[in-house]
């Protein structure tokens, strides 16, 4: 049954999508700037390049995360949703906080843009991931606010489930984790520690939930599965997923002048990290296996198994690759982290979007999917983004290699710049690995605008 107030995750949708292109136009400025170091300079320097480009990833992701709520808290909850209005209102306050954010950074210093916005009050600015000024940092939490009390109150009105209870708990531990990020003391080993407890708790805790919660849900929707099996796999990952999150926030720790036990606790529970992820590979093959009706979206389940194969790959593999301390000792910082990065976010949280948006839209649309003709178009942007994305992973992890011997192994160690030019070949190819990855963007947005035979909706 669809719920009238669903319709108000679409500008969500949509807004996402349009931010990603602006991330990833962002991402093909940076890779230039690696090769050539004066690309656009002093219009946009490479830290400012970089701040957009890492700031326009979370909040395309946020708004996402809050489309996809929006869509599927009214159909677990079977009611309508609490306040349409309200969720409208605060999509509004949040593009806009958003973009007069991004074109602060694009038109003015940031040393200035900090003195405008009160940083002298409260100073949270120039923290990487973190750099948003004191005004839009508050209207984070706002809206945060306001999304979650939308959320709550539907759901008191109406069925509780196990699917949404777990994306309402991942939901308040955003909010919850967020706030963190006010916390600036000066002792920079604090700093440090504390940090984390936002970037970390992010995105190897809190948001695993909202990633599990999706999933189940399309999964439920697209394969007609029993409920009761899907939810007893997901209690499974999200109990997976905190043992391994919280206490694998300590492979943060091990370089920053805290004690040494967090090499011991970082290196031993970061190993079992990739455990959750596996787990939601294996739960997504074995529903979409175990299916009791062929879902005319085939594109959505296809994004649905990709985000479990990648999610593992990503955050698991790669991010195994160097998180046990002897190893990271020499890793951290190079190129590898960048490589475990790029794949990671992609893999678990801009597949899950695009699997809620491939979803949802055709529905919002009054359609149960789009057209064979778009399905194929949207099918071709699946597999032309998530292998540019494992050759951009690829490329920067023989840059990371080579980096880290060049730079930190060998016994004549070079300096910083010169390993930079001798990697470079490794960032030309990661660059045009950037310009497939757009085309497969471009065919993703075209894909909606296909017409052909439609499935209607029942």
Not at 300 to 320: E, N, Q, R
Request: aromatic share 16%; net charge neutral.
């Amino acid at each position: 049954m669809q719920y009238k107030s669903q319709a108000v995750a679409k500008p969500y949708f949509i807004a996402a999508i349009g931010l990603f292109v602006g991330q990833i136009l962002f991402g093909l400025i940076l890779g230039l700037q690696y090769v050539l170091g004066d690309f656009l300079f002093p219009a946009i320097p490479f830290n400012v390049a970089r701040m957009v480009h890492t700031n326009l990833l979370i909040v395309w992701l946020l708004m996402g995360f809050m489309g996809g709520a929006y869509y599927m808290i009214p159909e677990e909850s079977e009611t309508e949703l609490f306040s349409p209005k309200l969720a409208l209102i605060l999509f509004w306050t949040f593009l806009v906080a958003g973009a007069l954010t991004i074109v602060g950074y694009l038109a003015v210093p940031y040393a200035t843009l900090a003195e405008l916005t009160g940083n002298n009050i409260l100073e949270t600015m120039g923290r990487e991931f973190l750099e948003q000024p004191l005004p839009t940092k508050l209207g984070i939490v706002v809206v945060a606010l306001g999304f979650l009390f939308n959320l709550t109150m539907t759901m008191l009105k109406g069925k509780k489930t196990a699917i949404s209870m777990v994306l309402l708990i991942g939901l308040w531990g955003l909010a919850v984790f967020f706030l963190f990020s006010f916390y600036n003391p000066v002792n920079v080993v604090l700093d440090k520690f504390f940090w984390w407890w936002t970037v970390h708790l992010w995105v190897e805790g809190v948001w695993e939930l909202i990633l599990g919660s999706f999933l189940a849900f399309v999964l439920i929707k697209t394969t007609g599965v029993d409920r009761e099996v899907i939810e007893k796999w997901l209690y499974v990952i999200v109990t997976l997923t905190l043992i391994t999150g919280i206490i694998g926030t300590g492979h943060h720790y091990f370089w920053i002048g805290t004690p040494e036990y967090w090499q011991w606790w970082g290196s031993i529970f970061s190993a079992l990290e990739p455990i959750p992820f596996f787990a939601m590979t294996v739960f997504a093959f074995n529903m979409v296996n175990r299916r009791r009706r062929e879902h005319p979206n085939k594109a959505a389940v296809l994004w649905a198994l990709g985000c479990g194969v990648m999610a593992f790959l990503g955050a698991g593999v790669w991010g195994f690759l160097h998180t046990l301390a002897p190893v990271n000792y020499y890793t951290h910082g190079s190129q590898i982290t960048a490589a475990h990065g790029h794949m990671a976010f992609y893999g678990a949280y801009a597949m899950v979007n695009l699997m809620m948006i491939s979803y949802a839209m055709p529905i919002l649309r009054g359609r149960a999917a789009n057209s064979n003709k778009s399905q194929v178009l949207e099918m071709w942007s699946f597999w032309l983004m998530t292998v540019a994305m494992v050759f951009i992973t690829l490329f920067l992890t023989a840059a990371g290699i080579l980096q880290v011997w060049l730079q930190r192994v060998s016994d004549a160690p070079l300096p910083f710049m010169v390993v930079q030019d001798k990697i470079s070949l490794f960032y030309w190819m990661r660059e045009w690995a950037g310009v497939v990855f757009l085309i497969g963007l471009i065919l993703y947005i075209a894909s909606f605008f296909v017409g052909g035979k439609e499935e209607k909706a029942a």
